[in-house]
């Protein structure tokens, strides 16, 4: 078992001035205060036998950002996000092959609180492997994987910033999450 937290306070600016020069060149005030606390708890469990092993674990960790916009007469803004991944493996070894069945299971939620918008949603994620040890020194693997990535807290915030000189980013507080899947053949010389 074990568990992190982190609190920290960010400002961000932007100023351009040429090395000679006393004016600066570009001067974009954002002046935005990010107030950011993280805190995560994860617990593991493992089981050995003879020729095969049991692991199954769960993990939880949140994310909250309050931002403070001098530029927009203080708005302030604030934005959450939630994961939570529940997992569980078996690994069987009989003769030459080596078996891992795994599944787990992961819960996202991210939510911008002032306009209420965000998106939770909870995906199972299904792993398979087979190995087969053709000699001392090579090996076959066949695998399967399933997973899926959530948007970030930036990429959700629907404040426009200016970030230089010529750049503005706005995030889209309807971004979904997105699900990958990966079978691959691996041969294996050692």
């Known amino acids: ?3 992190s937290a982190y609190y920290g306070d960010t400002y961000t600016d932007y100023l351009e001035r040429r090395p000679t020069a006393t004016v600066p060149h570009t001067n974009v005030h954002t002046f935005i205060h990010d107030s950011n606390k993280a805190f995560g708890m994860e617990a593991n469990y493992i089981k050995e036998w003879d020729n095969s092993k049991f692991t199954a674990g769960i993990n939880y960790g949140a994310n909250r950002n309050r931002s403070s916009y001098h530029n ?7 934005q ?3 994961r939570m991944n529940l997992y569980g493996e078996y690994l069987a070894k009989v003769g030459k092959f080596a078996l891992t069945a795994g599944l787990g299971a992961n819960w996202v939620k991210y939510k ?3 306009t209420r918008q965000g998106n939770s949603e909870w995906m199972v994620r299904p792993q398979l492997s087979v190995d087969y040890q053709i000699s001392p020194r090579t090996s ?3 695998g399967y994987q399933m997973w899926q ?6 990429q959700t915030n629907v404040v426009a910033q200016q970030i230089d000189g010529f750049q503005w980013v706005e995030g889209n507080p309807n971004l979904k999450m997105s699900k990958s899947y990966k079978l691959s053949l691996t041969y294996r010389f050692f």
């Open 1 to 3: 078992c074990r568990a």
């Open 72 to 78: 927009l007469e203080g708005a302030m803004f604030h």
């Open 80 to 82: 959450r996000q939630d």
């Open 112 to 114: 911008f609180v002032e």
């Open 140 to 142: 076959l693997r066949l």
């Open 149 to 154: 990535d959530a948007p970030t807290l930036s």
